[in-house]
């Protein structure tokens, strides 16, 4: 199993930072977190499931979505089997609750996914809110 628990979301000013984590467990995650990838998507109301980035938890590949680049940066502890994403210069559009994902696969690949049909497991998610 695997188990994704978001932190870190809250309200935040336009222009503020926060960084969120997904603390990852389970007997699954411990024995082929190696192939992962792990990715953070969003969702705002009335909205489709937004990709963010996405990280090779082996490789350390990254990917950006291109509303985020420049602002935010996804990073992982591979020793806490913890997820980062650090929000930077935040808008008020990137209101939304905030997910993290991993894919589940288990073969050793540098590549990284944005499509959310590609992750398989996921946390509950955290909310942020950016006041203009």
């Known amino acids: 199993q695997v188990q994704l628990v978001e932190s870190g979301g809250g309200l935040v000013q336009a222009g503020g930072s926060l960084r969120l984590s997904c603390a990852a467990s389970?007997?699954?995650?411990?024995?082929?977190?190696?192939?992962?990838?792990m990715g953070w998507f969003r969702q705002a109301p009335g909205k489709e499931r937004e990709f963010v980035a996405a990280i090779s938890w082996t490789f350390g590949s990254t990917v950006d979505g291109d509303s985020v680049k420049g602002r935010f940066t996804i990073s992982r502890d591979n020793v806490r089997n913890t997820l980062y994403l650090q929000m930077n210069s935040l808008k008020p559009e990137d209101t939304a609750v905030y997910y993290c994902?991993?894919?589940?696969?288990?073969?050793?690949?540098?590549?990284?996914?944005?499509?959310?049909?590609?992750?398989?497991?996921w946390g509950q998610g955290t909310q942020v809110t950016v006041s203009s």
């Open positions: 389970g007997r699954t995650f411990n024995a082929y977190a190696s192939t992962y990838s």
């Open positions: 994902a991993a894919d589940g696969k288990q073969y050793y690949s540098s590549s990284v996914y944005r499509h959310p049909d590609e992750y398989v497991y």
